[in-house]
């Protein structure tokens, strides 16, 4: 009997009854319980994984770059409010002209007629929100004015030049007409406060050897008379030879006509980013306004403030 009585509790059967025991309703109770602590945690460990899991994949790895959001210059700094648009953007010294206004944090549009090369250009630019592009031809008023309007920007440069060498129109269509063009859309527009112009030592030298390019230089000028004649203010750029590399010297300044062919100054050379910056200053110079300047760069010459220099033209 009590060998069997061993058997059946061992098997979960009564002793006495012969029937399986019943577990309490507290044992019952708590297993359930128990379970559903179980579960819970699991649910949450789960969660917590998946969480993690989602940081990881949002978080940089080591080689990846993470572009950070251009900021434009606030009202209270020196640039502040300026939005340019920037003609001739994907030549050589176009491009170092954005590269100068990203530089003190002024938000630059880009028009040009190859947009394939403009994207590739300022790619990281555009990524950041810095840089928009504009497509369009130079030649064609309404795309320069649908471009000047979209933007909204309130100061134009142009920096846009032809090649004359292959294009015997190229600086009546290019040179002339386009600035034409941009000064008519900045003027209909009407928020344009500024334009600057990039042209070239020796417009006013009909003899200059660069007018044997069909003009080139000849139609310049007369780009200039344009600008000077709208009534919206201006800064007329003349660069000597330019220069993509090499050492950087003083920057000089001196008024027009005085670089060329003797009895003035023989012309010399500038960087591409000298002139650039030379641009862009004349943004925030009150000496800048309304005048024609020409530039150069000597190795041996002292620093002298761009500021200084644009109030002694």
């Known amino acids: 009997t009590m060998l069997m009585n061993r058997i059946r509790s061992h098997v979960g059967v009564g002793a006495a009854s012969g029937r399986p025991n019943k577990p309490s309703s507290q044992a019952f109770g708590s297993g359930r319980r128990g379970a559903a602590k179980k579960v819970g945690r699991a649910v949450q460990r789960e969660r917590a994984q998946l969480a993690c899991r989602a940081i990881e994949d949002s978080s940089p790895s080591d080689g990846e770059v993470v572009p950070v959001t251009f900021q434009a210059a606030g009202d209270d700094e020196l640039y502040g409010g300026c939005k340019a648009i920037v003609f001739g953007a994907t030549g050589k010294t176009g491009e170092e002209i954005v590269k100068s206004l990203l530089k003190v944090a002024v938000p630059s549009s880009v028009f040009a007629r190859d947009v394939k090369k403009a994207n590739d250009m300022f790619k990281s630019d555009i990524e950041t929100e810095g840089v928009s592009v504009y497509e369009g031809d130079l030649t064609r008023y309404e795309d ?103 050492a950087a010297g003083a920057i000089q300044m001196d008024k027009a006509d005085a670089f060329g062919l003797p009895p003035r100054k023989t012309p010399g050379s500038i960087l591409r980013s000298q002139v650039a910056d030379v641009c862009v200053e004349a943004l925030v110079q009150s000496g800048a306004s309304n005048k024609t300047v020409e530039i150069i760069a000597e190795e041996n010459s002292p620093v002298v403030p761009l500021a200084e220099q644009f109030e002694k033209i």
């Open 144 to 246: 320069v004015t649908k471009a000047i309007e979209s933007s909204a920007c309130n100061v134009v440069f142009i920096a846009s030049g032809s090649r004359p060498a292959m294009d015997p129109l190229g600086p009546f269509a290019v040179d002339y007409n386009g600035t034409c063009n941009i000064v008519a859309a900045a003027k209909k527009q009407g928020s344009v406060k500024h334009i600057v112009l990039v042209t070239s030592i020796g417009v006013d030298d009909i003899l200059f050897p660069l007018n044997l390019f069909w003009g080139v230089l000849f139609w310049k000028k007369r780009a200039e008379e344009v600008l000077q004649r709208s009534g919206i203010k201006y800064t007329i750029v003349r660069p000597g030879g330019l220069k993509d590399e090499g």
